[in-house]
């Protein structure tokens, strides 16, 4: 079934609201009161709009939380809603609680004027009579509003009125109790066994020893502390380490054409030498100069075109290249000899060619290049390798190359001018096991140490160890070792702990701070409301502060 929602203005008066409602075409119909309530704080106006609804044959329902608003509604039989989804309901009249005191008046001891005073009134109830006296049916209703000046009616009972108990805040009283109580008990169980501990917080005085020795680093001797030799541990790796560079050398490999010229003279110019000399320029007709390589003699006589003599040998360009590659039946000249005349064979074998190769300047600037290469990769490297502890002596670091080899060679061509220069390089680095070193600085501690029952060695100094001074030689490595250890009073944190428990704050200090060498002692507890130390050791912590005397 469909219902019309009104929602009321502040400013809305009763014939108003009653005009809306009768608007309505629905037969349920929620009133929304803004939060001041105003019109609809009168009993009268409520019963109005009952009467009306009742009359129209709608249904009314009020939308509210609001108390007064609710026990109103209440008198007026007006079902009230927390919202719109929710199912209206009458709320029920709260129950008068009435007072048992003597201030009740008692109307069997009342004289009889007064009885009459009190007497019950036939007049009309004034609420009754104001709504009588309006007529809902009326577009324009008058509100009327009740008398103030009849006396209410006073109460006349001898009866004596009981408080009825209210269960249902008892159920809920017990429920919470239920559900609070393992929560209650828990904490009481926590804050009572386990919650309570101590800290006893022990200042010592102490001494400081200083420690300063040089050691003889043995390798894998072992340690022997009566001749300061310590067993050290070198760990090296090896890797090829290459520069590449250019070469810069130049020369020429080109090679000569070679070839034979015939030469020939006329009998008539002919006298009675007729040796050419090896080494004489013979010049082409294009003006290419070989020179001789034997000597030529001219000897041969032939009547061919008259007259001649002629001898043949072998030439050699003076030049490299393939410009002096000449071909068959060229005509020559002999440079000195002008009635001489010659002609050649095809001249071959001639090349142009400029190498590029390694020189002995160039690997050398390779080599201090080579040298220059960073090495602390390496060095991180190894130091990583030490696992358990030890003590790097950094000084220790060596590089050693293997003499570098150049590829190519010195003297040999280079290819596009690249050359590579490698050497193969060892890394090292020595370190020495911490478990080595406390053995020599306690050993060096103990000597300070005049009393081995009160005084205990507090600090051996291994944190703040200093290695320094690194010295490699033919014989050997020695290294300087410098420390700083501490000497102090001899506690036994057991005992101590066995000692306090289930003593006060009091008691805590005064047996604690009568040991010997013990400076100040504070007890701190866990929570405001432990004051005692626990009986189980385990939840007792023994904290010791150390100053130097």
Known sequence: MHKDVIYIDVEDDITAIIGKIKASKEKIVALVPPKRIGVLQSAVNLRLLARMADNSHKHLVLITNNQALIALSSVAQIPIAKNLQSRPEIAEIAALEVDDDEDVIDGAQLPVGELVK???????????????????????????????????????????????????????????????????????????????????????????????????????????VSKNIIQSITKQTQKDLSVDFTATGSRDDGTKASGVVTLSIKCADAGSDLLVPSGTNIISSSGKVFVSQEDINVNNASGVGGCHLTGSGNVLASVNGEDYNLAVGVAYTVDGYSNYSGV???????????????????????????????????????????????????????VNRVAAVSVPAIGAEATGGKAKLTSKTTFSITAIAKSELELFLKDSLKVGILNAKTQIIIDDGINSI????????????????????????????????????????????????????????????????????????????????????
């Open 118 to 224: 009190t007497a019950d009134s036939t007049q009309p109830d004034d609420v009754n009579e104001a709504i009588e006296t309006i007529d809902v049916e009326t577009d324009a209703p008058q509100v009327v509003k009740p008398s103030t000046t009849a006396p209410l009616p006073i109460v006349n009972s001898n009866k004596s009125k009981t408080k009825v108990p209210d269960f249902g805040r008892f159920r809920k009283r017990l429920f919470i109790t239920l559900f609070l109580a393992p929560f209650v008990i828990g904490f009481f169980v926590w804050a009572t066994s386990y919650a309570p501990s101590a800290k006893i917080i022990i200042t010592a005085k102490t001494s400081s020893v200083d420690i300063s020795k040089a050691l003889n680093l043995g390798g894998t001797v072992a340690t022997d």
């Open 344 to 398: 050649g064979t095809a001249m071959t074998g001639g090349l142009a060619k400029t190498t590029t190769y390694v020189t002995a300047t160039d690997v050398q600037k390779a080599s201090q290049a080579l040298v220059d290469l960073s090495t602390d990769d390496y060095k991180t490297q190894l130091i990583a390798e030490f696992t358990n502890g030890e003590k790097v002596i950094s000084d220790s670091f060596d």
């Open 466 to 549: 200093l290695l320094k001074n690194y010295q490699k030689t033919d014989t050997g490595s020695t290294i300087n070792i410098a420390a700083t250890g501490k000497i102090g009073p001899n506690i036994d944190q057991t005992a101590i702990k066995e000692q306090v428990k289930g003593l006060k704050y009091g008691d805590v200090q005064q047996l604690i701070g009568a040991i010997q060498g013990v400076d100040s002692v504070d007890t701190k507890f866990s929570y405001f409301w432990v004051n005692t130390v626990p009986n189980d050791i385990n939840k007792i912590q023994v904290e010791f502060v150390l100053t130097n005397a």
